[in-house]
């Protein structure tokens, strides 16, 4: 395992993103990457700063769960950017992340890859890596958030790897998707340049400038499912997301939106997602 360069990372930037980026750092270890930009500067309205990282010792996911990543074998990054809109007009961002991402690999030869409502991505009917979006405190007309991306590179066969997570029974790597896995600064180059490129293209458009890709991709479209909801639980068939990005449930009793909640499949045991 070699240590994440900046200028291997820099390399497949487009020249809209390499203006667009404040700062980027690297670590060979630290606790979160999310953690370390929501306490950096805020970057100027339009611009990313970016922390990449080959190993988190305290990396987070939705509701505080752990994000376990042994050193080489996937990629934590996080990216800070600026809005030119408020924390209202931020509704459904992290599902255009997925999109983001999902354009990402695809560049990189990478198929087959599936978004699960509302952070998780999906390959291999597995859960191959997840997205955490946090808002930044500070002005309330210019947002800023942080978004951390965790993708599962190569794991072998490393027991209960990633994300505590059981509604995909298992984790899955890019070496499983394809023969030759991109190298991790291609790869962290890459993503930073759709993220950068999708946070532009939300900060113009809102989700509605994503709902066409994410339902194409949409892992969870016609399945069983239950989710714990802060005041019910709720057993249906996946629906779809409306145009805001909120899940709909088709139950016995019609159908139900559900803004947030944990997700746990059909037959699944253990904690939800």
Aim: with cysteine; net charge negative.
């Amino acid at each position: 395992m070699s240590r994440l360069d900046v200028a291997g990372i820099q390399e497949p930037l487009t020249e809209v993103t390499r203006t667009g980026l404040e700062k980027i750092e690297v670590f060979s270890s630290i606790a979160s990457t999310n953690t370390h930009l929501m306490t950096q500067p805020a970057p100027p309205v339009g611009r990313v700063r970016v922390a990449v990282a080959d190993h988190q010792t305290s990396g987070r996911g939705r509701h505080d769960r752990r994000w376990i990543s042994a050193p080489g074998a996937g990629l934590c990054m996080s990216l800070a950017y600026t809005f030119n809109r408020g924390a209202a007009g931020i509704e459904g961002l992290t599902l255009a992340m997925g999109v983001g991402t999902v354009h990402a690999l695809q560049q990189l030869g990478i198929g087959g890859i599936s978004l699960k409502w509302p952070n998780d991505i999906v390959a291999l009917e597995g859960k191959l890596g997840g997205i955490l979006t946090e808002v930044q405190a500070g002005r309330s007309d210019n947002v800023t958030v942080v978004t951390g991306i965790g993708v599962n590179v190569s794991i072998g066969e490393r027991p209960g790897f990633a994300a505590e997570s059981d509604w995909a029974h298992r984790a899955v790597d890019l070496a499983s998707c394809v023969d030759n896995p991109p190298a991790r600064e291609l790869l962290a180059g890459t993503l930073v340049d759709h993220l950068y490129l999708a946070f532009r293209r939300f900060d113009q458009y809102g989700l509605a400038g994503f709902m066409d890709d994410w339902r194409r991709h949409d892992w969870l479209l016609g399945r069983e499912i239950t989710v714990d909801m802060p005041d019910r639980q709720v057993t249906g068939i996946a629906a779809g997301v409306d145009d805001s990005g909120v899940l709909l449930v088709d139950t016995s009793d019609g159908q139900i939106p559900v803004l947030s909640g944990s997700i746990v499949m059909a037959g699944a045991t253990g904690a939800p997602s």
